[in-house]
Structures are given as C-alpha cells and as structure tokens.
C-alpha cells in the first residue's frame, strides 16, 4: 500500500501495521487514504478471514500529524478520516488490534469499531479532542457512554487526560491487556483462533452483534463530523493548535 501503512497476509491474517515510528505513526492523509483502501480491499479477498491493526516501534499511533491535518483538514463527509473510520464501521470481517505504547485520539476511538483489541500494561489512551478545542470524534460520543458508562465516558473525553489500559479495559475499549514483551505473541495467537474459525458463521455473528447500532453510529459520525469540522473553524480550535506547533518547535 505504502510505506508508512506495511500490509501483510498470513494464513488468513491480514496484519495492517501503521509505520513512522519516528513520527509515533501520527496518521497522515495518504496513511488514511491506505488504510481505507487496505480495509475495503480486505472485504473481497476470500483469502482475508481476519484484520489486525498494529503500529511499528513499540507504538500504536500518536493520532492526526497535526502539520498534516492543518494542511489537508477534513472538510466533509468525503474527507479521509471519515472515509477510514466508515470502512472500519462497516468492515464486515473481525477487525483485532494490537495496542502498544502512544493510543491518542482516533488512536483510541478506532478501537471502538474493533472486536478485540489486546494491549500492552505499558499503553497510555488520550482523547484530547476538547483540550485541542475540537470535540468527540469516531462515534465516541455514541459508543463510550454504551461501553463504559456515562460518568467515566465523561470524564475521559471531557478531561482529555491520560489514561491507562487498566481503565481502558475498565471502559470496555480493551479486552485483554497483557505485558509489551506478549502482546504481539498474544494478539498473533488471537488472530490466528479466529481465523480459523468457520468464515461465514464469524461473519454472520460479527453482523448480529454490530449491525443493529450500525445506522447509529454512522449517524453519530455524520453529527460528530458536522461538528468537527465548524469546531475545527473556531479562534479555540486555532489557538490551541498553533499552541501545540509551539511547544513542538521548541523541542
């Protein structure tokens, strides 16, 4: 696909890993466009049982690139982050992920939409959308409440701070956390169970579970991009990422 999205098939496993490990695998619009097209090419492939999300360098992923996402901001329905976060809702395979280090923003609410998710002890979650002057994204202010709870699911998206996978688990983002040197061993073996499960009955099942809230949470996106992008327009929007670039440069 690209470099900075390394694709990879294996008895049935296809093993998506994020790549700019010297950037902590911040998402651009061309990994967006990638992972997108790897998603919905996955749909097709017969030899595709399973899909399993992953960063290089001991990191899952920092979020957007905000230099990135200052150049190319999503505009509407059409724009690349909403793209992605569709075909993973609609993504008709079981989608795993495997989370180690950094988790921030859609790096956590991506693994919402994922049917289960290991992460290593060391893995630090943040949806820092409101300090960032933006608000919820990726259905999460659908789903978490659901998940976790509406006082923790407030907390942790209207504090934006820092959590851990404990919590995570907590929150029902995580299913199994485990130590860094395991979780690939883990999440490995995870997929593996799965993919050789029957293929038709995974689908049906992830399909009973999912698709009753499916029009739910693509409505929670279209609300929450619609705000996004007016929120991403705002003096509190601009303020805080020219604040961010700041402390950027100056490291």
């Given amino acids: 696909m690209s470099d900075t999205l390394l694709t990879k098939l294996e008895s049935g496993v296809l093993t998506l890993t994020f790549n700019r490990p010297e950037k902590k695998n911040a998402f651009t619009h061309a990994m967006y466009e990638a992972a997108t097209n790897a998603l919905r090419q996955a749909e097709g492939n017969a030899d595709v049982r399973v899909v399993l999300l992953t960063g290089a360098g001991g990191v899952f992923t920092a979020g957007n690139d905000i230099g990135d996402f200052m150049e190319h901001p999503p505009a509407g329905e059409d724009s690349a982050v909403f793209r992605f976060l569709r075909a993973l809702v609609d993504a008709p395979k079981p989608v795993l992920a495997a989370v180690d280090g950094p988790a921030v923003g859609i790096g956590t609410t991506m693994l919402l939409h994922c049917d289960y998710v290991v992460a290593s002890e060391r893995t630090r979650f943040t949806m820092p959308f409101v300090q960032l002057g933006l608000?919820?994204?990726?259905?999460?202010?659908?789903?978490?409440?659901?998940?976790?709870?509406?006082?923790?699911?407030?907390?942790?998206?209207?504090?934006?701070?820092?959590?851990?996978?404990?919590?995570?688990?907590?929150?029902?983002?995580?299913?199994?956390?485990?130590?860094?040197?395991?979780?690939?061993?883990?999440?490995?073996?995870?997929?593996?169970?799965?993919?050789?499960?029957?293929?038709e009955a995974v689908r049906v099942t992830k399909q009973l579970i999912r698709g009753p809230l499916r029009a739910e949470v693509h409505a929670a996106l279209i609300r929450e991009g619609a705000e996004f992008v007016q929120r991403l327009a705002s003096t509190e929007a601009q303020e805080a990422f020219m604040a961010f670039m700041s402390r950027g440069s100056k490291k």
């Fill in 135 to 199: 608000c919820a994204e990726g259905a999460s202010s659908l789903l978490l409440p659901r998940m976790a709870g509406f006082a923790l699911a407030s907390e942790l998206l209207l504090f934006g701070e820092p959590f851990d996978a404990a919590t995570a688990q907590r929150a029902g983002i995580v299913n199994k956390v485990v130590p860094a040197d395991k979780l690939q061993e883990v999440a490995a073996e995870r997929a593996a169970a799965l993919a050789s499960r029957p293929a």
